[in-house]
């Protein structure tokens, strides 16, 4: 997995099994100043993908936690 394949894997199927979602949600926050870097916004590509709102929530969620623990 790299940056450009991220999301796929996230949307494609990683959000189907808690596991593997949790290191790949880890992984998209790790890396999203390169994520964004890339593209303006790096989730568009998946606006009609019934999970895309609840992984951006999750997304958000480690965010927030991240900065909690600083």
Known sequence: MDNS???D???GFA???SDL???VLQ???DNMPDLNAASQDPFAAFEGHPERHTLL???LQIVHKDK???
Do not use: N, W
């Open 5 to 7: 394949t991220a999301l």
């Open 21 to 23: 979602k949790e290191i």
């Open 9 to 11: 894997v996230l949307y």
């Open 27 to 29: 992984y998209v926050f």
């Open 57 to 59: 929530t999750e997304v």
């Open 15 to 17: 959000y189907r099994y």
């Open 68 to 70: 909690a623990q600083v």
